[in-house]
């Protein structure tokens, strides 16, 4: 609780953070602000339940997992949108457009490798490579044993391995 005084301040300071993590998992630029809202709607609410245990940013990782997976549960049509909402990749000026595309179609194909996982792979994946966040800080939000939280993570970078492998030898071919 040391970096804010306030709950301005803690929504200010983590809102983007959170909101990358949720547009990460549904895909969806106006779904994530939804859920994202969602997220901090209940963190406000249970603030007086927050004891400590974690930091901050662990606390808020949860409660929007929870929200993404309560969304998840409920959503009956849920389509794989991949790639007309979500851009990961920093867009500075290219200067060679062909260098864009590739990297855009690479990103692509990490996204769509990824999205095809086990969705227990994808929330490790998603929550250390993109968000970054400590083996122990995975353990927390997923609730889950140290040595789960390393397992799956192995499991889904091995399975990531041999997509992108495939999707690359594909694309050799043509």
């Known amino acids: ?16 953070e959170i909101f990358r993590y949720l547009l990460r998992r549904v895909r969806h630029k106006e779904i994530a602000q939804d859920l994202t809202q969602d997220t901090f709607l209940k963190a ?5 339940t927050f ?13 929007a997992h929870n ?18 909402h979500i851009d990961l990749i920093d867009e500075n000026f290219y200067k060679n457009p062909a260098v864009f595309l590739e990297k ?4 692509q194909n990490i996204l769509h490798a990824i999205h095809a996982l086990k969705v227990d792979y994808q929330h490790v994946i998603i929550l250390r490579e993109f968000q970054q ?7 927390e939000v997923l609730d889950w044993k140290l040595s789960k939280v390393k397992t799956n993570l192995h499991r889904a970078k091995l ?7 495939k999707v690359e030898g594909d694309r050799n071919e043509m």
């Open 159 to 165: 399975e990531l391995r041999k997509s992108l492998s």
């Open 44 to 48: 406000f609410n249970g603030l007086s």
């Open 133 to 139: 966040l400590s083996y122990g800080e995975i353990a």
């Open 67 to 84: 929200t993404f997976i309560n969304w998840y549960r409920k959503e009956t049509k849920y389509k794989q949108d991949l790639f007309e």
């Open 104 to 107: 855009k179609i690479t990103q």
């Open 51 to 63: 004891k400590g245990n974690s930091s901050v940013k662990t606390w808020l990782y949860t409660i």
């Open 1 to 16: 609780m040391s970096n804010w005084h306030s709950l301005e301040d803690l929504y200010k300071l983590h809102y983007t």
